[in-house]
């Protein structure tokens, strides 16, 4: 397939603009040299809207959506420190919506710095009604949770419109990142020149949209997911699953397959949100060589992923790898009490 005809394929979705496009690809000279590779960051970090973020791409497909059905109410599930809801319930507040996040208890840390800083007090800022969800891992309770919600709106004059979070549902979101397959490729005019991506994969919308937009056009650069979330095996086949859902929402022809999915979980212990120290290490070398900031949760244990992939020879010294920057910054602040009982106990440089 080419460009045009899988651009033409995503017109038919509604989309309304909300991020700053297309997101610079920068050059990572002295962070590549400390892990044998010529390394470059696709800077999602930098998509604008309320601290940015890999959620831009996905909730301008959603609000399109929302838009269409003229809703005039958004509700949206995620962990205390989600990105996710944050960046949504600035998409609200740009566009004019009533917003309802939901989140969920994922994390087991209760500190001062995770419940009321970070992207918990974003969303204060914002105006979004917050609601608590007991569990961590019950996406589909959590999902009917919010249909409750939407129907209490209902019932005041309300057009809600729920984002959903579980899997079942068509993957709205994830166009943005068959989108962003192909600005990347408009940016560089072709991937020749790039011998890996590294990306994180969480609920793998972002994972498998990009690897169906790059695979769509006939793309075979590997792909590695991160897991922040889920072992690699289950990972994988969600993303197996969220591939083929996205290619039958685009009417596209099936390209990606199964031995396209890597992921890798090595770097996820003792699980979701929960700092480990090979992140640990990531966030400080991507910041102490680049200046460049990774939170703790998704974009620094995919740097993590990556230096483990360097170490272990997966990815060969010298490749040429584009790393994918998901953003999350403000998350960094939600955990500034753990970051802080770390650097604190550092032994100072001689």
Known sequence: MTRDELSDLLKVFPKTPLGHFPTPIDAMPRLGEKLGLELSVKRDDATGLAFGGNKVRQLEYYFGKALEQKADSVLITGAVQSNYVRTAAAAAAKLGFRCHVQLEDRVPLYDESYTNSGNTLLNKLLGAIVHTYPEGEDEEGADARLHEIAEQDRQQGFNPYVIPLGPGNPPTGALGYVSCALELVEQLGSLDEIDAIVVPSGSGMTHGGFLVGLRAMGIKTPVYGICVRRGADVQAERIV????????LLGAPSAVQVNDVNTLDAVLSPGY???????????????????????????????AGLVHLAKQGVIAPGSRVLFLHTGGTPALFGYSEVLNNQLNNETPAE
């Open 241 to 248: 699953t969220n591939c083929q859902n996205i290619e039958e």
């Open 273 to 303: 949100g929960q700092l480990n120290e090979a992140t640990y290490e990531a966030v400080l070398m991507a910041a102490r060589t680049e200046g460049l900031m990774l939170d703790t949760v998704y974009s620094g244990r995919a740097l």
